[in-house]
């Protein structure tokens, strides 16, 4: 069974351009969350799916990342326009709902460099 | 205060030698609680559930103490493909599918 994907595995750009990065859950997970990781600092949540809903947006840190999970599989996750303290690592994890632990699984994240 | 410290180490042991990581958590409605563990430039991957009552896994072994708010990780008979940064996580707050909260890591380097 495959894991959770993610693409592009790296992106540069440049400041004021715009990335989009991709995130494909395990199969039957209706929990997605995205997490970032910027240089020397912990791993840290952006947001969570239950299915094509929001559960949770309080890590977004503004309005330039927009995400979306259009039919509750695959989510997006825009960056417009990506300014400098925008790179770092992005995870992004998956989960069964109703589990009493969640155990979250995570993807090889796409390391997003921003010049 | 940070919401999960972990000292960073790092550790540096030789093989077969036992290692002992800390970590402590700032929000009291945490409900679960995990070893992550990280190589270099990979994504996390679980290590272990850690339980109350203690739980042991091979040569791992993790402890919660809730009233402390501090958890865990036991490594005995070190092997040099144990070298990786160990992040200790714990849920947002209540049960159910709460995002996780991490710590920085700390990185252990097995030594031949």
């Known amino acids: 069974e495959a894991g959770v994907t993610q693409f592009p595995s790296h992106s540069v750009i440049e400041k004021g351009q715009t990335v989009t990065l991709r995130c494909d859950p395990i199969?039957?997970?209706?929990?997605l969350y995205w997490y970032r990781r910027v240089m020397g600092k912990e791993i840290k949540f952006l947001l969570h799916?239950?299915?094509?809903?929001?559960?949770?947006e309080s890590g977004m840190p503004n309005n330039r990342f927009l995400a979306e999970r259009t039919g509750g599989t695959y989510s997006t996750l825009k960056v417009q326009p990506a300014e400098l303290e925008d790179s770092g690592v992005y995870f992004c994890?998956?989960?069964?709902?109703?589990?009493?632990?969640?155990?979250?699984?995570f993807g090889a994240g796409t390391r997003l460099s921003v010049l | 205060r940070k919401e999960v410290e972990q000292d960073p180490g790092p550790f540096n042991v030789p093989e077969g030698a036992t290692v002992a990581f800390n970590c402590t958590y700032s929000?009291?409605?945490?409900?679960?609680f995990f070893w992550y563990r990280q190589d270099c430039r990979k994504e996390p991957k679980l290590l272990m559930s850690?339980?109350?009552s203690g739980n042991e896994d091979g040569r791992f072994t993790a402890q919660l103490n809730r009233a402390s708010q501090y958890i865990s990780l036991l490594i005995r008979d070190s092997k040099l493909s144990d070298s990786a940064t160990y992040l200790c996580?714990?849920?947002?707050?209540?049960?159910?599918?709460?995002?996780?909260?991490f710590g920085k890591g700390t990185r252990l380097s097995v030594i031949a």
């Open positions: 996580v714990v849920n947002k707050g209540g049960s159910g599918n709460t995002p996780l909260v």
């Open positions: 994890a998956s989960s069964q709902v109703g589990q009493a632990k969640n155990i979250q699984y």
């Open positions: 199969s039957g997970h209706d929990n």
């Open positions: 850690v339980y109350s």
């Open positions: 929000n009291s409605a945490s409900q679960s």
């Open positions: 799916f239950v299915k094509e809903s929001k559960q949770d």
